[in-house]
Nanobody, 120 residues
Framework: QLQASGGGLVQAGGSLRLSCAAS????????TGWFRQAPGKEREFVAT????????YYADSTKGRFTISRDNAENTGYLQMNSLKPEDTAVYYC???????????????WGQGTQVTVSS
């Protein structure tokens, strides 16, 4: 089970840190990904990180501004979001997969989502 948190309202240019807490002991066995869905739009890939944390991959729209990380000892994943823009406004979801992938259908467990709103 995954629990995403840390969303909120922030002004453009601000920062937020999302957390994804996983219950159970298998968190370190899976890659973690973040996706987002804005109103009226399809869910889109944001970032993914390998099981060990040694490999990361970002969407072009978030590269250089967002940083994905994980703490396997704490069974928690993170998404640090800097230089936020109004177009980053969406519900953000964390998920786990057997390997790093940008394809949402390959993630088998999802958190409930946390709202991020960036005002201009």
């Amino acid at each position: 089970q995954l629990q995403a948190s840390g969303g909120g309202l922030v002004q453009a240019g601000g920062s937020l840190r999302l957390s994804c807490a996983a219950s159970g002991h298998a968190f370190s066995s899976y890659a973690t990904g973040w996706f987002r869905q804005a109103p009226g739009k399809e869910r889109e890939f944001v970032a993914t990180i390998s099981r060990s944390g040694s490999s990361t991959y970002y969407a072009d729209s978030t590269k250089g501004r967002f940083t994905i990380s994980r703490d396997n000892a704490e069974n928690t994943g993170y998404l640090q979001m800097n230089s936020l823009k109004p177009e980053d406004t969406a519900v953000y979801y964390c998920a786990v997969a057997t390997y790093t992938t940008t394809v949402d259908k390959q993630y088998f467990a999802w958190g409930q989502g946390t709202q991020v709103t960036v005002s201009s």
